[in-house]
């Protein structure tokens, strides 16, 4: 937990989406402080016309490297949040070669007591995390 879905366009190799995943999660981790084992993603590739993803009016140029990321999460700060949208953007331009311009992200925050790692427990509510 974060959980992290990836939309994006097929075509990206095996290694390149593992470079995304990667960057990503640790970006995460730095700018959320969680664990190490706290990996939640998810890849979901699409047709090219399965995908329109504009820019609000503000004139950002989007192209088929484009990156929906949607983040479910416990609640964080403004600051935190901030912190892993500049980092992830420029990390992911530096490793991936994704444009800045080419990285949407959602982020949903919910309550501890919406989430379960197994075990039929919320683990947040009962203390086990």
Request: proline share 5%.
């Amino acid at each position: 937990m974060p959980l992290l879905h990836f939309h994006v366009i097929k075509g990206r190799k095996p290694e390149a989406l593992r470079a995304l995943l990667d960057t990503t999660h640790e970006t995460m981790l730095e700018a959320f402080k969680v664990p190490a084992r706290d990996r939640y993603q998810i890849v979901s590739e699409h047709e090219r016309d399965h995908m329109v993803i504009e820019d609000t009016g503000l004139g950002i140029p989007r192209t088929d490297k484009v990156v929906l990321l949607q983040m479910t999460s416990r609640p964080r700060s403004k600051e935190q949040i901030t912190t892993f949208y500049k980092l992830l953007a420029e990390r992911l331009h530096k490793r991936c070669g994704l444009a800045p311009s080419d990285l949407v992200v959602s982020i949903v925050q919910n309550a501890d007591e919406h989430w379960s790692f197994g075990l039929g427990r919320a683990q947040f509510v009962t203390g086990e995390l």
